[in-house]
């Protein structure tokens, strides 16, 4: 059974940072791209960045360009990303997910899903 368990989520204010963790357990990680998404409320989910799954490439959206920082573990079968001088626009729940290229920016492109982690920005 395939899990993808977020971590690292909270409430930081603006121009703060945050690091987001996920675990990957009952898949082989180091043959998949990893992707995270993130959903406001009221609002479609949408691509935030992806890595491949040997970590040389990445992929991000361009509203986190420079102030988001996506990297892997294959040993601990986990996925980071570091979030830097965040908004409250950044505010979402925030969903890994593994795919078959990170190159693919849709949803349905990704096989499998974590629960997500809050993350609130505010004052």
């Known amino acids: 059974q395939v899990q993808l368990v977020e971590s690292g989520g909270g409430l930081v204010q603006p121009g703060g940072s945050l690091r987001l963790s996920c675990a990957a357990s009952g898949l082989t990680f180091s043959s998949y791209a990893m992707g995270w998404f993130r959903q406001a409320p009221g609002k479609v989910r949408e691509f935030v960045t992806a890595i491949s799954a040997g970590g040389g490439f990445t992929n991000y959206a361009g509203s986190v360009v420079g102030r988001f920082t996506v990297t892997r573990d294959n040993a601990k079968k986990t996925v980071l990303l570091q979030m830097n001088s965040l908004k409250p626009e950044d505010t979402a729940v925030y969903y890994c997910?593994?795919?078959?290229?990170?190159?693919?920016?849709?949803?349905?492109?990704?096989?499998?899903w974590g629960q997500g982690t809050q993350v609130t920005v505010s004052s």
């Open positions: 997910a593994a795919g078959r290229t990170a190159q693919a920016m849709g949803a349905s492109q990704y096989d499998y």
